[in-house]
DNA sequence: ATGATATATCAAATTTTGTTGATGTGTCAA
DNA sequence: TTGACACATCAACAAAATTTGATATATCAT
C-alpha cells in the first residue's frame, strides 16, 4: 500500500539514484521500446564503452534494468516493475489528509 | 508531449538527483500532507541543523519544494508540479512502439 | 589453436556529494 | 539594544560517484 511504498526509502533512494544521471536516463530511454544491444547504446549515446558499462551497471543494479546475453551481444531491457514502483513512489506523495498545522507557535 | 518529456533529461536528472537521497526523501515524504517548518522537520528527522539546511537546499535548487518565511521560522512545501513531472517522465518510459529490433546480424 | 569482437572489470585520478562545526543573518522579546 | 532563537551559509574534511585507460573474459570465425 501508499504508505508502505513511501516508507520504504532506502529502496526509493537507489532507484532515483541510478535515474539521477543523464547518461543513465539517456540509456533508460533507449530501451523504452524494447530490448537494445550495448553495441547500440555505445553509438547512441557516444560514450566509452568502459563509461557505459558502468551506467549499465548502475541501473542493472538498481533493478532498473536486465540483462540478457546472447553470443557475444548482451542486450538490455527494462525492468517495468521497478520504474512503475518508482512511479508509485512518486503518486505516492499525494496530500492524504490536509492539515492545517499550527506549528512553531 | 512524451517525447519532449522524455527528451528533457538534464532536467529529469536534477529531480531524480534530488530524490536520490533517504533523507531528502525523509523530508519530501513528510511534506505530503502539506507546509512544514524546518524545526519539525529537524525534530522528525534527527538531523543536524546545517545538514538538514543542505538538504533542504538541493530540494528547493531542483524546484521540488518552496520556501516561505513567517516570522523567524521557514516553512517548506513540496512542489506539486514538479513532483508530477517527474511521476510524468516515469510515465513516459512505458513502451510506445512494440520493436522486434534485430541486431548484431 | 589464433585472432578478432563484444563486453566487463579494475585501478588510479578526478569530480561531486555529504558531513560537521563555526559563523552569519534576520526576527523577535524583554 | 541586547540577547535568544530559527535558520542559512561557509570552510574543511570525508566519503562516494564518475571517468579513463588498461586488462580480463567470453564467444565466435578462421
Redo the contacts between chains.
Sequence with gaps: MATAI??N??R??RW??A????T???I??RL??????V??LTDALDAAQSRLSFHLKVLKDAGLITDRRE?R?VHYS?N?EA??E??QF????????????E??G
Excluded: M, Q, Y
Design positions: 513511501a516508507g526509502t532506502d526509493a533512494a532515483f539514484h535515474l539521477s544521471d543523464p543513465r536516463l539517456g533508460v530511454i523504452t521500446n524494447g530490448e537494445r544491444c553495441c547500440e553470443g551481444w527494462l517495468r520504474i512503475d518508482a512511479g512518486l503518486a505516492s506523495l499525494k496530500p492524504r489528509r490536509r492539515l492545517k498545522v506549528c512553531c
